[in-house]
């Protein structure tokens, strides 16, 4: 989760029970200047009051029009996004006219997504048809999930070797911290990326934004999810449409910034500005970007009802990867503040995750009991039992170890768990997620 990078810069006091993740800061080298800066930090806090802004705040009358803006803005890209894939189904479909949607969300997750990029390889080497990777429809990401979504969409074995590549060979100035008081309240974060701005300059660059183009040509989407601060609501880039644009102009600068924005941990990453507005990670409104929206008008069930009647329903199987646990690794907190926050959002977020997907699969229920459709949600994540074999964050012992641990489960298609109820009507009891 997005938390788990904070919990090594944040003072803590130790906690008992088995290790739920890494729980030291970006780099070992850096634990005796963050000591210092954690020494000064409550001194440091009491200055905020007198920091002044460096932004010129807008009057409430402006912000409102501007949520009005951005609502019309994301119903614009939400209602292109179902067209796209209507036409594609009419495109695609079988000789008895019936098609089909392989949805892909990947969650957040930091450097967790070491364990997505390793699934997405091992699942190419399912030989059973029915549970291979296919060839997405549609690709979406959150966080880390945003960073492999470009990769997934494109869909080969290199592109996903590549990106599985740089997960596996982190680099100490991906995060760096600012000096001996990262906590000095003007400062935009409490470290620097540049290691990971220069990886993605080295990826994503106007051949790969082509590649994008063409597959966005072919009726496919590509999108990510960052969050608007200024606002406080969820931010959907169609990153494939603005990829179109790229290619045209030469220039992969913005989807660069739309990933990054995507994946800025708030506080610890800077966050990015756009358009006069403030993006941070999309995993603070939503960890996992899918859509299902059965009463919405504009939404995909109720615009194929209105605009193919009669004709068969699409196959549609959402598949999720989180990029993280399950369920909570249990652990004893003391009864401190340092303590108990990390653990503390590392819940509310899991908690919220969840939540979202059962929603989805609750809505694939009533969609399959009421209109006849055919939608499964099928979820994989890392095992409970996993731990990571070194403490910290991004380090590259725990990520290759969950690439490998990936690998292996991508492997096996009955890793994949079914939420949804069977479309053959049986419960097995083993393929529904238990309530706790």
């Not at 949607?101 to 990029?117: E, N, Q, T, V, W």
């Not at 911290?177 to 701005?197: K, Q």
């Not at 990933?259 to 995993?283: E, H, K, N, Q, T």
């Not at 193919?308 to 646990?325: A, K, T, V």
């Amino acid at each position: 989760m997005l938390v788990r990078e904070l919990s090594g810069l944040l003072p803590s006091t130790p906690s008992s029970g088995p290790s739920s993740g890494p729980s030291s800061g970006p780099s070992s080298g850096q634990s005796s200047r963050t000591s210092v800066a954690l020494a000064a930090a409550p001194l440091v806090l009491l200055a905020i009051a007198a920091c002044g802004s460096p932004r010129t705040v807008p009057s409430d009358e402006a912000l409102r029009t501007a949520e009005v803006v951005d609502r019309a803005e994301t119903k614009r890209v939400l209602d292109d996004a179902v067209a796209r894939l209507v036409d594609r189904i009419e495109r695609e479909s079988d000789e008895d006219g019936r098609g089909s949607i392989d949805m892909l969300a990947m969650s957040g997750g930091a450097d967790y997504g070491a364990f997505g990029a390793g699934v997405l390889i091992g699942w190419g080497e399912v030989e059973d048809p029915a549970m291979g990777r296919p060839e997405f429809d549609g690709v979406t990401g959150v966080s880390t999930g945003a960073l492999l979504a470009p990769f997934a969409f494109l869909g080969t074995d290199a592109d996903l070797l590549e990106v599985e590549s740089l997960y596996r060979d982190p680099r100490k100035d991906w995060i760096v911290l600012r000096g001996l008081f990262p906590y000095l309240p003007w400062n935009a974060s409490l470290a620097t990326i540049p290691g990971l701005e220069r990886a993605m300059d080295g990826v994503i660059d106007e051949r790969f934004v082509g590649r994008l183009a063409e597959g966005v040509r072919e009726g496919r989407l590509l999108a990510v999810s960052s969050t608007d601060l200024d606002l406080g609501r969820q931010t959907i880039w169609n990153i494939g449409v603005e990829a179109e644009a790229a290619a045209l102009a030469g220039d992969p600068t913005l989807i660069r910034r739309r990933l990054i924005a995507s994946a800025s941990v708030p506080v610890l990453f800077p966050p990015i500005v756009m358009d006069d507005r403030l993006y941070v990670d999309g995993g603070v409104t939503a960890n996992v970007l899918l859509r299902l929206a059965p009463h919405d008008a504009a939404g995909f069930v109720q615009r194929w009802r209105r605009e193919q009647p009669g004709r068969p329903w699409p196959r549609m199987r959402y598949w999720i990867i989180l990029n993280n646990f399950e369920h909570h690794p249990p652990k004893l907190v003391q009864p401190r503040w340092g303590s108990i926050l990390t653990p503390a959002l590392e819940v509310v977020i899991r908690s919220a995750t969840i939540a979202e997907i059962r929603w989805l699969a609750a809505e694939a229920d009533s969609c399959n009991a009421v209109f006849g459709t055919e939608i499964e949600v099928r979820v994989l994540a890392i095992p409970d039992e996993w731990r990571p074999p070194v403490e910290g964050a991004f380090r590259k012992e725990t990520m290759n170890s969950l690439a490998d641990l990936g690998r292996k489960i991508g492997r096996d298609p009955a890793s994949w768990r079914l939420w949804t109820v069977p479309l053959d009507g049986t419960l097995d009891g083993g393929t529904r997620p238990s309530v706790q």
